[in-house]
């Protein structure tokens, strides 16, 4: 490929994969003679008159600016003489697009003060989005800017040009991001295919097609080469082969890559399918479509794999399109073949082709007749298999099929010589010029009357013109066919006649003779035998007299009554505006009075502010005087307790002299006397200063108030007599922990009666110390625990470790806390985090008085740990140590009886299984009846427990005879 070296303004030549970055143009062409061709940039006549110089130096300019070398626009950088050369660069256009740095679209008729998201805008009518080789030039670049064209104006107000060809006249508009929701509607490509976020080739090849049904392009066999890329297909270039030709082709070559049968889903119209029913005879035509505008109506049109259930693809050979379809029978007769597409927000509609059936064989050959638009079926009628089939492709569209058709000719000799020509045929598709042919509709079966509509010209004088109406039907079996003839002006157009014509029918009726300014003309049809075949013949008419329905007089009478309707609603609506106008004015009217009204009011209300205001003035200099005053005071109020900072020092200082372990706490800015007196404990000052009414809950910067401190320093007297005194009991202290908390802590019945009588919350704890109650159980002050369950609190709470009161008492060694807690119901089977019974844990570390509190209330220590009782076994040692100073390794109780032996009769089989585990016991000890644990247990018929002591005795004889071995 060759790009140009923004530098030397050269062309250099590189291999296609060896390419340099560069920077990529996309515009519309301006005439020939303007653009810069290869043989110029080569000749270095790069200053041609006109926009091509602009758009070569703008766009080498840019990519400068954008720190590129290199730059490739089409007019110049392509061969055009060499047709291999123009052929290979027209294949590998869209690649090139695609791989390019940066894309420059510049849109020379969009002005640079343009507003691209206003309808209207010259953006958005922009010849560029019209053209079809800018179709690919959107969608292959990866970055792309649009740039408008700076006005003359402008151009001359910056300086940036000495003349007014917009040599400097590039302005930016934005890029394909910014602008991607505007370009999609100008388009119809949705922004995902746009910005490259979704393949193009995940789009349906209906949608693809519809993206370029609204383009043109100066020769028409471009229309199917601009689409290559878009399509990922080669073909070779033939210039003169015609348009149709070129989209045949390339329809071809889709074919074969491809299974997506929604190329077939051209001709879509807006109507449902039941008014797009085949009647009686029709003409074969093309199975594929002439030129994208034929899928104009296809953009939401997606390919459906799954739908249809088949993965055949569709191929073109021999004329005929080789399909796998299943075939749907309207109740009509008319067959239609499903394609496995369909609306793309809407899944129960495929898009299905008319069909004819021509030939039975291998496979059954059908034809798509001409005239007739695709349509939407249910997707409940392709339930059907689908079945091999061909569709003769009819390029030419001109052969007749015996299907029961009209076929009207005239002779051209016969119009000439009453110097008349035919010069259009409504609809234009039934009208052969070439041959002198009308070929109509099939007639259909329900009484439908068809029409036909020839226009003849006066070829030599500015006559009106002759219309004739051919109108035809079945009637038993047969053509009815009927003649009929007005005139109208030169400039009605014969659409807006069939448009009118129904409107007209009544005044035809009957007329087959009609005049113009010079010429009586009548029509008459020779039927040619018995074949549906009809000749036209023009006569004129010599004498008589008749009517002329001239239809423009008709239509100018038509228009003249719609108009004098719309006056006359225009009148009425007037009429009612005025009568709305009118009480309008009124209700302004009565509106000002009020505004005035209120207006007056305020300018009262604004006289009385205007003294208020000289009034405030005033008292703003008096304020700020005082002001003024209040800052100097507490200038000196700071200087003074600076110096009361400093006799504090030595206050400390003096204190710290005399030896005492309690430490004179410095007071922090904003303490009160009462609030120091508290911490210190001076009852007789704090009775003086609430007395003298000071604030009982005032608190200094950390929030530190008398109560607070007199529970951090645990002046539980001062506490007391704050409370008394009513002060607020919601307050933690820094610590995080409420007034009861501490006061349970410390074991002060009293306080804490004080503080429950005042509301204080039972549950109000200090995180992460827990409760109150577990603080009570903590310490072992039985009475604050009686309290505090006297007044609700938890029984079973936990702290942070998994604790209850109950664990933490026998924790401790505290009995009476925990025989009260027992008393009141507390459970005994809790567990500790490490799921070990924490209550035989307690007995390892020597507390057996615990343990016999808990056999006496029955509980069982289930270890239900696996392998329970690790831990109990290493209390073993603490046994150990026990025995070796001499204390009680086997208590019991008054009766005699071990732990082991109450274990045993009470049943209990873990209890037992973990005393022996640990060695807290004598298997043979007897209680003061004589009986041991085994037959406690024999007794009792605990078998679990026999059979755990009988094991245990076994062992034990073991280990004698071992150590009797050795020995």
Same mark, same amino acid.
């Given at each position: 490929m060759r790009l140009i070296?923004?530098?030397?303004?050269?062309?250099?030549?590189?291999?296609?994969?060896?390419?340099?970055?560069?920077?990529?143009?996309?515009?519309?062409? =301006?005439?020939?003679?303007?653009?810069?061709?290869?043989?110029?940039?080569?000749?270095?006549?790069?200053?041609?008159p006109g926009i091509g110089s602009a758009k070569f130096r703008g766009c080498c300019r840019q990519a400068a600016e954008d720190g590129l070398v290199y730059a490739w626009i089409d007019t110049c950088c392509i061969d055009k003489t060499n047709l291999v050369e123009l052929s290979e660069a027209i294949n590998s256009m869209f690649r090139w697009y695609q791989r390019a740095s940066i894309c420059y679209a510049f849109l020379s008729d969009v002005p640079s003060g343009d507003n691209f998201r206003q309808k209207g805008s010259k953006f958005q009518s922009s010849r560029w989005f019209q053209r079809g080789w800018t179709l690919q030039e959107l969608l292959a670049p990866k970055t792309m800017r649009f740039y408008g064209a700076v006005s003359p104006s402008d151009a001359h107000n910056r300086q940036a040009a000495i003349d007014t060809n917009l040599v400097q006249g590039w302005r930016?508009?934005?890029?394909?991001? /910014?602008?991607?929701?505007?370009?999609?509607?100008?388009? =119809?490509?949705?922004?995902?295919?746009?910005?490259?976020?979704?393949?193009?080739?995940?789009?349906?090849?209906?949608?693809?097609?519809?993206?370029?049904a609204h383009r043109d392009t100066k020769r028409k066999e471009d229309l199917a080469y601009c689409l290559l890329g878009i399509f990922n297909i080669t073909m070779p270039m033939i210039y003169g082969e015609g348009g149709e030709q070129a989209f045949f082709r390339l329809q071809e070559q889709i074919m074969k890559v491809t299974r997506d049968d929604s190329i077939l889903a051209w001709g879509l119209g807006t109507n449902d399918s039941s008014a797009n029913n085949i009647t009686g005879d029709a003409t074969a035509g093309r199975v594929v479509a002439k030129a994208p505008a034929d899928f104009a109506n296809s953009r939401h049109i997606i390919h459906r794999d799954q739908t249809l259930k088949y993965m055949n693809s569709v191929d073109i050979s021999g004329g005929s399109i080789r399909a796998y379809l299943p075939l749907h029978t309207t109740h009509t007769g008319q067959i239609v073949g499903l394609l496995s597409c369909g609306p793309e927000k809407n899944s129960q509609q495929v898009v299905g082709i008319p069909l004819? $059936?021509?030939?039975?064989?291998?496979?059954?050959?059908?034809?798509?007749?001409?005239?007739?638009?695709? /349509?939407?079926?249910?997707?409940?009628?392709?339930?059907?298999e689908p079945k091999p089939i061909r569709i003769k492709h009819d390029s030419q569209e001109n052969g007749p099929m015996d299907l029961g058709g009209l076929f009207f000719h005239y002779e051209d000799d016969d119009f000439t010589d009453l110097n008349l020509k035919v010069i259009d045929v409504a609809p234009r598709s039934y009208w052969d010029e070439e041959r002198a042919l009308i070929m109509c509709a099939p007639i259909a079966d329900d009484g439908v009357v068809g029409q036909v509509l020839i226009r003849l010209r006066h070829d030599t004088q500015e006559l009106k013109d002759f219309v004739i109406v051919l109108e035809y039907k079945k009637e038993c079996s047969d053509a009815l066919v009927e003649c009929l003839?007005?005139?109208?002006?030169?400039?009605?157009?014969?659409?807006?006649?069939?448009?009118?014509?129904?409107?007209?029918?009544?005044?035809?009726?009957?007329?087959?003779?009609?005049?113009n300014e010079l010429l009586s003309l009548s029509i008459t049809l020779e039927r040619v035998e018995r074949q549906p075949i009809f000749v036209i013949r023009p006569e004129p008419v010599l004498d008589g007299v008749f009517t002329t329905v001239d239809a423009t007089v008709e239509l100018e009478k038509k228009n003249l009554i719609r108009?004098?309707?719309?006056?006359?609603?225009?009148?009425?609506?007037?009429?009612?505006?005025?009568?709305?106008?009118?009480?309008? $004015?009124?209700?302004?009217?009565?509106?000002?009075?009020?505004?005035?009204?209120?207006?007056?009011?305020?300018?009262?209300?604004? $006289?009385?502010?205007?003294?208020?205001q000289k009034e405030l003035t005033e008292k703003d200099k008096e304020y700020t005087a005082k002001r003024r005053e209040t800052i100097v005071k507490r200038a000196k109020l700071e200087t003074k307790l600076n110096g009361l900072s400093t006799q504090w020092e030595n206050i400390q200082k003096r204190w710290d002299?005399? =030896?005492?372990?309690?430490?004179?706490?410095?007071?922090?800015?904003?303490?009160?006397?009462?609030?120091?007196?508290?911490?210190?404990?001076?009852?007789?000052?704090? $009775?003086?200063?609430?007395?003298?009414?000071?604030?009982?809950?005032?608190?200094?910067?950390?929030?530190?108030?008398?109560?607070?401190?007199?529970?951090?320093?645990?002046?539980?007297?001062?506490?007391k007599l704050l409370i008394e005194h009513g002060v607020k009991i919601g307050d933690r202290i820094p610590e995080g922990a409420t007034p009861l908390f501490v006061a349970a802590a410390s074991g002060c019945v009293e306080l804490v009666q004080l503080l429950l009588n005042e509301g204080a919350d039972v549950e109000g704890g200090g995180n992460p110390n827990g409760t109150p109650l577990l603080a009570a159980a903590s310490g072992g002050h039985a009475d604050v625990v009686r309290l505090l369950l006297d007044h609700g609190a938890q029984i079973e709470i936990r702290d942070?470790?998994?604790?209850t009161a109950l664990l933490i008492a026998s924790e401790r060694g505290h009995?009476?806390?925990?025989?009260?807690?027992?008393?009141?119901?507390?459970?005994?089977?809790?567990?500790?985090?490490?799921?070990?019974?924490?209550?035989?844990?307690?007995?390892?570390?020597?507390?057996?008085?615990?343990?016999?509190?808990?056999?006496?209330?029955?509980?069982?220590m289930e270890d239900k740990r696996k392998g329970g009782g690790a831990e109990l076994m290493a209390a073993s040692d603490e046994r150990k140590k026990d025995i070796s100073k001499g204390t009680q390794a086997n208590p019991h109780d008054e009766d005699g009886r071990t732990m082991l032996i109450r274990a045993s009769g009470g049943g209990r089989t873990e209890t037992a299984r973990q005393l022996l585990a640990i060695g807290i016991t004598d298997l043979h000890a007897q209680d003061k009846e004589g009986w041991t644990a085994l037959e406690w247990a024999t007794k009792n018929r605990h078998e679990a427990i026999v059979q755990l002591l009988g094991d245990a005795e076994n062992d034990d004889s073991e280990k004698v005879n071992a150590d009797g071995l050795e020995n």
């Open positions: 070296n923004v530098e030397t303004l050269k062309l250099e030549e590189f291999l296609d994969y060896r390419a340099p970055p560069y920077a990529i143009l996309s515009h519309t062409w =301006g005439d020939d003679y303007e653009e810069p061709s290869f043989r110029d940039v080569e000749d270095g006549n790069i200053n041609k930016l508009l934005g890029n394909k991001g /910014s602008m991607s929701t505007t370009i999609a509607s100008i388009t =119809g490509i949705p922004r995902h295919y746009l910005l490259g976020i979704a393949a193009l080739h995940t789009a349906s090849i209906a949608q693809r097609m519809s993206w370029a004819i $059936k021509l030939s039975m064989g291998s496979f059954d050959e059908y034809a798509r007749p001409r005239g007739y638009d695709s /349509s939407l079926y249910p997707t409940m009628v392709a339930t059907t003839i007005f005139i109208c002006s030169r400039s009605l157009l014969l659409e807006e006649l069939v448009v009118y014509l129904p409107s007209m029918m009544q005044k035809l009726d009957g007329k087959r003779e009609a005049k108009e004098s309707l719309q006056l006359l609603e225009e009148n009425e609506e007037i009429d009612g505006e005025d009568e709305e106008l009118e009480d309008q $004015k009124n209700y302004y009217e009565n509106s000002l009075k009020e505004v005035r009204k209120e207006q007056e009011a305020i300018s009262v209300i604004l $006289k009385e502010l205007e003294e208020r002299t005399l =030896g005492q372990d309690e430490k004179l706490r410095f007071p922090l800015p904003g303490t009160t006397v009462l609030e120091w007196a508290a911490a210190k404990g001076l009852i007789e000052v704090v $009775k003086q200063r609430l007395e003298n009414g000071a604030d009982i809950n005032a608190s200094d910067q950390n929030g530190c108030t008398p109560l607070i401190a007199a529970f951090t320093a645990g002046q539980f007297e001062v506490a942070e470790a998994d604790l009995t009476d806390v925990i025989r009260l807690l027992l008393n009141r119901g507390a459970k005994t089977d809790a567990e500790s985090d490490e799921d070990i019974p924490q209550l035989m844990l307690d007995s390892g570390e020597g507390h057996t008085d615990i343990v016999w509190l808990v056999l006496d209330d029955g509980t069982d």
